[in-house]
């Protein structure tokens, strides 16, 4: 089964556009990964958003290493670690990751993955990710 | 409807700066600063630095003065629009007569807009403009001689005078060959009208946009703004920018002005707000 993990950033949605497009590569790469999703699933999730000082949720120092811990998970497909998430944490640090945890619950294995975006321009950490997995 | 201004076209959307540039020793506002010709081509690349799509260039200052005939008039533009030219291939320029031999002289020089200010006061510089695929501002000015203050002028609806004046001279422009979006329409604040007329077409200059032509304004910091405020000259750019914002709200697409930065960001915010626009680059609580 294909899945692709995606920001759920409201100025990727159309009513939101600019003349200077603020969020152009990640634009490019969630069409990109869309187009290869096909019929597969769509997961929203994004690290913390408390990044910097100009972040929305402001700076929080746990931030960075809650967002390495969650994008090594990512990259590494690692089911069990998302599973076992603090999402206490993440929902303090205004981290988006419930439907991250429940998919994990509900799967067994990754077999591939693609890491396409991985910055966090506004102080929120995105990722673009895509799994093959079962 | 799409603007064709000489050599450049223009989007449906899109609104324009056209920036003053006065070759006279004598404007009201400038008071002769770019009357030397290398001043004048400063101000140009002044103009054009800070966004300007169109700049107006002016032989003779609107009020009484001196008597410029023609063969004067082509001296202090004919050559000055050429070195426009040269230096900016795809800068429109607008050179503000209404005379159709100057009009003839400077089309051959590069120009791509006649900007008669007085109303068809030569009647062949339609001729002109259709000759050379120019564009052509048709303003109103209530019927008075070039070069005159309005002296106790009133009209029965000043608004309707202005539409009935500007769009039979726009059907005057088409008949005689100019192209259909290569015609605007300008009220002309102060050109034969009061205070109380150029704030009454202000006010209800979305009449003026109804007809369908584009419309272009010359505000800056002309007397109603000054008479309005009790401002001198040199005082009244936040009342020349609170009309601008006005009449970009009914939808003027073409600004005549002194001050280009300033004008274009009126204009912007106020399309913007009317939805006309979209912001330049919103994130703000959409991350």
């Given at each position: 089964m294909k899945l692709l993990i995606v920001p759920g950033v409201l100025a990727l949605r159309p009513e939101y556009a600019s003349i200077e497009d603020p969020v152009a590569e990640l634009r490019k790469a969630v069409a990109e990964a869309t187009d290869w999703l096909g019929d597969g699933r769509l997961v929203t999730a994004n690290g913390s958003a408390m990044r910097t000082e100009k972040a929305p949720g402001h700076f929080d120092a746990r931030a960075e290493t809650f967002d390495a811990a969650l994008g090594a998970a990512l990259r590494a497909g690692d089911l069990a670690a998302l599973r076992r998430l603090d999402t206490v944490l993440a929902e303090e640090l205004w981290a988006d990751v419930a439907a991250l945890v429940a998919i994990a619950g509900e799967l067994s294995e990754v077999t591939s993955v693609e890491v396409d975006y991985d910055d966090d321009p506004y102080g929120v950490q995105y990722w673009v990710v895509r799994w093959e997995c079962s | 409807m799409t603007l064709k201004l000489g050599r450049q076209s223009f989007s449906d959307e899109a609104t324009l700066m056209m920036a003053i540039v006065n070759r006279t020793p004598d404007s009201f506002y400038d008071k002769g600063a770019t009357w030397a010709e290398d001043k004048a081509f400063d101000r140009v690349a002044q103009v054009v630095d800070e966004g300007a799509e169109i700049v107006d260039i002016g032989g003779i200052k609107a009020a009484p003065g001196v008597f410029i005939d023609a063969a004067e008039e082509k001296e202090r533009v004919v050559s000055f629009v050429a070195r426009v030219r040269e230096k900016y291939p795809d800068l429109v320029i607008s050179v503000d007569t209404w005379r159709a031999e100057v009009g003839r002289a400077v089309c051959e020089a590069?120009?791509?807009?006649?900007?008669?200010?007085?109303?068809?006061?030569?009647?062949?510089l339609v001729d002109v403009a259709a000759a050379f695929d120019a564009a052509i501002i048709c303003t109103h000015?209530?019927?008075?001689?070039?070069?005159t203050r309005p002296y106790r002028i009133e009209y029965d609806d000043v608004v309707a005078s202005a539409i009935a004046d500007t769009t039979a001279y726009a059907e005057r422009a088409l008949a005689a060959g100019v192209a259909r979006e290569s015609i605007v329409i300008d009220p002309a604040h102060d050109f034969g009208k009061n205070t109380f007329h150029s704030l009454e077409l202000t006010r209800r200059l979305d009449e003026m946009v109804a007809t369908g032509w584009p419309v272009l304004v010359s505000l800056s910091n002309k007397d109603f703004v000054g008479e309005t405020l009790d401002l001198p000259v040199g005082e009244r750019l936040t009342g020349t920018l609170a009309a601008t914002a006005i009449s970009a709200l009914a939808g003027a697409r073409i600004y005549r002005v002194h001050e280009v930065v300033e004008t274009r960001q009126v204009v912007d915010m106020v399309n913007t707000i009317a939805g006309r626009r979209l912001p330049q680059r919103a994130i703000r609580g959409l991350q």
């Open positions: - | 590069g120009a791509d807009v006649l900007n008669d200010a007085w109303g068809g006061a030569d009647p062949e000015t209530g019927g008075v001689t070039p070069r």
